[in-house]
């Protein structure tokens, strides 16, 4: 449709003035509203657009008419309808576009041209090109389709970690700068918690590394229960896990990962007891990612040489420090 309109200065007008007038006027208002529906982004506009091949394909079917039908090649014009809708819509979307485009294509056809002057080998002829062509293009766009699938996959897995299948490592930053981003805008801050399995290296000496596996998927799944979606949970290393709570501050992010120690101290882990050192630190905008972390961290290490299974913030790690 957007090429439509420049077609139609290489005809005749003068022959169809008002037809090309009204298809040029509708054409210019038609790719108006979809550069509109398009860069505007509104919602209820864009489920719309989906819907607006069933204009194209008529509207196309038009200018074939009024340009002499079969005499003339827009009928090629089809081809960016089929090639959208298999791109979009894969298989229904290229075999339901081309058996309207055939039927239209013959209708505009007919109505050019008087039957008994129909050239039906030509028509015939551009039918077997529109279906050799859909079916080529619907093969193209399966290869394509199936090629980023298979990448989408692949970025995936390069994302999880094999074992628990949470985010590893590779994910923290772009997460990280999202919430930082968010505070800068609106104030909200956020929190991040590091969590370590206590006394792990005995359950993998004393059980095996299969039942230490086993441990931490247990793990990942309860703690992963425990989160929201907006926040952010991976594999850190080993046994120690890392979140990014958003929206939460020194009102609320203890009660929160203090009820995930004690979920994870009332579990059973295949007729093992587990408990976890948890180190909290609330985000400090003049401190980069790795100086957040490693605060947290701090708060962990200093609640693992106090007695294990408890929950520390580091600010009240860093009072307590001052004060001795």
């Known amino acids: 449709m957007i090429v439509a309109p420049?077609?139609?200065?290489?005809?005749?007008?003068?022959?169809?003035?008002?037809?090309?007038?009204?298809?040029?006027?509708?054409?210019?208002?038609?790719?108006?509203?979809?550069?509109?529906?398009?860069?505007?982004?509104?919602?209820?506009?864009?489920?719309?657009?989906?819907?607006?091949?069933?204009?194209?394909?008529?509207?196309?079917?038009?200018?074939?008419y009024v340009r002499g039908g079969l005499r003339s090649d827009i009928f090629l014009l089809y081809f960016l309808i089929i090639l959208y809708n298999g791109a979009k819509y894969g298989y229904s979307g290229t075999f339901g576009s081309l058996g309207q485009c055939l039927f239209y294509f013959t209708i505009a056809s007919l109505l050019a041209t008087p039957i008994d002057e129909m050239d039906w080998n030509r028509y015939i002829i551009r039918v077997i090109y529109l279906i050799i062509?859909?079916?080529?293009?619907?093969?193209?766009?399966?290869?394509?389709?199936?090629?980023?699938?298979?990448?989408?996959?692949?970025?995936?897995?390069?994302?999880?970690?094999?074992?628990?299948?949470?985010?590893?490592?590779?994910?923290?930053?772009?997460?990280?700068?999202?919430?930082?981003?968010?505070?800068?805008?609106?104030?909200?801050?956020?929190?991040?918690?590091?969590?370590?399995?206590?006394?792990?290296?005995?359950?993998?000496?004393?059980?095996?590394?299969?039942?230490?596996?086993?441990?931490?998927?247990?793990?990942a799944y309860l703690v992963a229960e425990c989160i929201s979606n907006d926040d952010f949970l991976c594999r850190f290393g080993g046994e120690e896990f890392l979140?990014?709570?958003?929206?939460?501050?020194?009102?609320?992010?203890?009660?929160?990962?203090?009820?995930?120690?004690?979920?994870?101290?009332?579990?059973d882990f295949f007729g093992e007891n587990i408990t976890v050192s948890i180190g909290i630190n609330i985000f400090k905008n003049n401190y980069t990612m790795i100086e957040n972390i490693s605060l947290a961290d701090e708060a962990m290490y200093a609640v693992k040489n106090t007695g294990k299974n408890k929950v520390l913030m580091y600010e009240d790690l860093a009072f307590s420090l001052n004060r001795m």
Do not use: W
């Open 133 to 219: 062509l859909s079916v080529v293009m619907y093969e193209v766009n399966r290869q394509i389709t199936e090629s980023h699938s298979k990448e989408r996959k692949a970025r995936e897995l390069a994302y999880r970690d094999p074992l628990t299948k949470l985010h590893n490592r590779l994910l923290m930053s772009e997460y990280f700068e999202k919430l930082r981003t968010q505070y800068e805008q609106t104030g909200q801050t956020f929190s991040i918690v590091l969590l370590d399995i206590d006394n792990f290296k005995r359950v993998n000496d004393t059980r095996g590394h299969a039942f230490g596996d086993r441990v931490l998927q247990a793990f």
């Open 6 to 64: 420049v077609t139609l200065s290489f005809s005749d007008y003068r022959k169809n003035q008002l037809g090309y007038l009204i298809v040029m006027i509708f054409c210019a208002i038609y790719n108006l509203c979809l550069t509109y529906i398009t860069y505007g982004k509104n919602e209820r506009l864009m489920k719309l657009l989906k819907y607006t091949f069933y204009l194209d394909i008529p509207m196309i079917s038009f200018i074939l």
């Open 243 to 267: 979140v990014f709570f958003a929206n939460t501050d020194r009102s609320n992010i203890f009660e929160k990962v203090d009820m995930i120690r004690r979920e994870v101290e009332e579990y």
